[in-house]
């Protein structure tokens, strides 16, 4: 399975941005569909938004509007630029990659991902 690792976490006050990347190695193909998730202390973690390889895109409902996901194929990098962020938005935020190309059905189950990062912290400040 391919290295997935994130940067780009820190502390902002609540309505500002940070925009996460995600850096995978040469083992995650451009074909994989790329997913960020966050868990939040005492919580499961849930998916946040994902990318298919043809550029279909899938947001949880808390996100949509001020998140946005995009991927730079020539540099195997996945970004989530993050708005108007919440004191909500607070978690640990992991990139993931599925080798399946187009979005399962289930694509917002954490068991269906094949690979994940180390995760990057997210912190804001009411």
């Known amino acids: 399975q391919g290295q997935l690792v994130e940067s780009g976490g820190g502390l902002v006050q609540a309505g500002g941005s940070l925009r996460l990347s995600c850096a995978a190695s040469?083992?995650?193909?451009?074909?994989?569909?790329m997913g960020w998730f966050r868990q939040a202390p005492g919580k499961e973690r849930e998916f946040v938004a994902a990318?298919?390889?043809?550029?279909?895109?899938r947001y949880a409902d808390s996100v949509k509007g001020r998140f946005t996901i995009s991927r730079d194929k020539a540099k195997n990098t996945v970004y989530l630029q993050m708005n108007s962020l919440k004191f909500d938005d607070t978690a640990v935020y992991y990139c993931?990659?599925?080798?399946?190309?187009?979005?399962?059905?289930?694509?917002?189950?954490?068991?269906?991902?094949?690979?994940w990062g180390q995760g990057t912290q997210v912190t804001v400040s009411s």
């Open positions: 990318m298919s390889w043809n550029g279909s895109t």
């Open positions: 040469a083992r995650t193909s451009s074909t994989y569909t």
């Open positions: 993931a990659a599925d080798k399946t190309p187009y979005f399962r059905s289930t694509y917002s189950h954490t068991s269906v991902w094949d690979s």
